[in-house]
């Protein structure tokens, strides 16, 4: 195996690992019904976006050093994309999701009784909405990565 094989592999595993979990986080914390399930939930999310910050810098790492060992690929329509792409996604983290899920983490910290407020749903709704974005750039980046297209 080259290193550069070795990267590919990285890079496929840092994928599944570090991309996977992503697509489930609005997931887990649709499905609670009480305060205290949705605090658990946010627990849970929080865990998981561990891996996918891992996983989202080991991409990044190996996808640049495969570039490096090969530049051709910056010549590539595809790889320049899914580049860019993967960019704009990774800054949506603290330019649109962190500012919005901010107040829901007050929210949560400060809401007495069992119910789920409704302020709830209008900022996780506005919250969510970015995440769907941002994972259909990371469903283009992948389509991108397999097909090559240009």
Do not use: C
Not at 3 to 8: A, I, P
Not at 116 to 141: D, G, Q, W
Request: charge should be positive; aromatic fraction near 14%; avoid cysteine.
């Amino acid at each position: 195996m080259t290193f550069y094989e070795f990267l590919v592999f990285i890079h496929v595993f840092s994928a599944i690992l570090g991309l996977g979990p992503g697509f489930i986080m609005i997931y887990v914390v649709t499905r609670a019904e009480t305060i205290t399930e949705l605090r658990h939930a946010y627990v849970i999310r929080n865990r998981l976006h561990i891996f996918v910050m891992v996983g989202g810098t080991s991409l990044l790492i190996t996808g640049l050093l495969m570039g490096a060992l090969h530049p051709y690929l910056f010549s590539q329509g595809w790889y320049v994309l899914s580049l860019t792409l993967f960019l704009i996604a990774l800054a949506f983290g603290p330019i649109a999701l962190s500012p919005r899920s901010r107040p829901i983490k007050a929210l949560l910290k400060e809401h007495q009784g069992d119910d789920i407020p409704e302020a709830y749903y209008v900022l996780s709704k506005r919250l969510f909405f970015y995440e769907r974005i941002e994972n259909t750039l990371f469903l283009i980046v992948i389509a991108l990565m397999i097909l090559k297209p240009f």
